[in-house]
């Protein structure tokens, strides 16, 4: 898909712009977050702004678009950092669990706002799919060299790791009681093995050294 909101002006300055505009959404969320906050946070002129963007959507939405695009690079470079697949996918859902509050507020706003706008919307499947290759991979990979015993379809089984995450996110934004990352993390790696059919060291390994 095309990404028509996105225009060349502003070179390495329009960046740090989005990144001004990244941490003015995290904090006042999609509807609040306005040329005057950017202007305040970033020290750029409000003409500027408009130049840059157009108008103060345009500016949210590629603020969002570029942020979600960082974090499927971000997991795609965790992904190629580790061979072993069961290693990966634990690495992948650490990367997951540990994303700084800021980084939880965007996303939960893209989702949001993925919800009433089509061009949005049409991005975020295709973010969705780029998110998801990776941890896909892992498991297929996983299968093929018989480290893993699938029990349940490969996709399916990827799908409800990612709604679990994306649920625990959804679940720390709104302040809503949660188990700690680490107790957290515990369940839902020990629920994949069984779902995996994970063959080789027991869960002690998991634990994987900064």
């Known amino acids: 898909m095309s990404i028509t909101r996105r225009r060349r002006a502003g070179g390495a300055k329009r960046d740090a712009v989005l990144d001004a505009v990244a ?3 995290a904090a006042r969320g999609y509807e609040n977050t306005r040329f005057a906050d950017v202007s305040a946070a970033g020290g750029v002129a409000i003409s500027t702004l408009q130049t840059y963007f157009g108008s103060r959507e345009d500016m949210v939405i590629e603020a969002m678009q570029v942020f979600t695009d960082r974090e499927v690079d ?4 965790v992904s190629a950092a580790e061979a072993d697949p069961w290693r990966r996918l634990v690495a992948l859902v650490d990367r997951s669990l540990h994303n700084s509050e800021s980084t939880r507020q965007i996303l939960v706003e893209f989702w949001r706002s993925a919800m009433r706008d089509d061009e949005l919307r049409h991005y975020s499947a295709e973010v ?4 998801r290759a990776p941890f896909l ?5 996983g299968a093929e060299r018989g480290a893993f015993e699938l029990a349940h379809d490969a996709g399916a089984v990827t799908d409800l790791l990612l709604s679990a995450l994306a649920g625990l996110i959804v679940s720390r934004v709104q302040h809503h009681p949660t188990p700690s990352p680490t107790e957290f993390r515990d369940v839902l790696l020990a629920q994949l093995r069984l779902m995996l059919g994970v063959k080789g060291p027991t869960p002690s390994a998991d634990r994987i050294e900064d």
């Open 23 to 25: 941490a003015v959404l």
């Open 128 to 131: 969705q799919t780029r998110y």
């Open 74 to 77: 971000a997991l795609r470079a």
């Open 137 to 141: 991979d892992a498991v297929l990979q």
